[in-house]
């Protein structure tokens, strides 16, 4: 799912961790400085897209899809 490069960091770890315990505002936070990092690695948009949807700001989440989606269609 990530490359090799970013599912060893702990970070990402621990944003799934956060994400799955329903702590979206704190999942987002560890997702924002992940995609910093990584701007390419769609599941990271697409993960902190979730966030933004599960806290309303939906806007900042259609942004997110639509990344992907405009990223995935070359």
């Not at 799912?1 to 329903?22: C, D, H, I, N």
């Not at 990092?37 to 966030?51: E, F, K, M, V």
């Amino acid at each position: 799912m990530f490359p090799f490069w970013v599912k060893g960091q702990a970070s990402v770890t621990e944003a799934e961790r956060l994400f799955s315990e329903e702590k979206f505002d704190s999942a987002l936070q560890v997702y924002e400085t992940l995609v910093e990092q990584y701007p390419d690695t769609l599941t990271l948009h697409y993960n902190r897209g979730l966030c933004f949807y599960h806290i309303g700001k939906l806007n900042n989440a259609l942004a997110d899809f639509n990344f992907c989606i405009e990223a995935d269609s070359f």
